[in-house]
């Protein structure tokens, strides 16, 4: 993927890569995080095989990061509405509701702050 250089900077000055600071927060692998940020980036709802077609992956690849990503409450899945006809296994389209996933990096992180702030005060007295 290109461009997927957004820093952040920490209080001292050190900058971080957004998605590697995700990737770390959610324990998230390279393709996890290439699937995040194609979903952001995407306007529409899009299933597996056009996420494993424009990421030049395996569509297993691809279902195991948006396994993956719908665990941890990252994207959203619907079933297709082409597929509510057909007979046999359902097929999902994703995408990220970007104001949930901002909501829930805000809680998280307030979350891990308190954590943060929880063991200091039992380390410190």
Partial sequence: MENMSE????PDGREVDIHDFIAFMYGLSRS???VLHLL???K???DADQIAEKLKVTKASV???LNSLLDKGLIERDKSEEDQKKKGRPS???WVDKDKLYAKLEKDLEKLAG???EGLE???S
């Fill in 92 to 94: 999902y389209i994703y």
């Fill in 122 to 124: 039992k380390h410190i």
């Fill in 63 to 65: 279902s195991k990061s």
């Fill in 44 to 46: 529409d709802k899009i």
């Fill in 40 to 42: 952001l980036e995407n």
């Fill in 32 to 34: 996890d995080v290439d």
């Fill in 7 to 10: 820093k952040i900077t920490f």
């Fill in 115 to 117: 954590t943060i702030r």
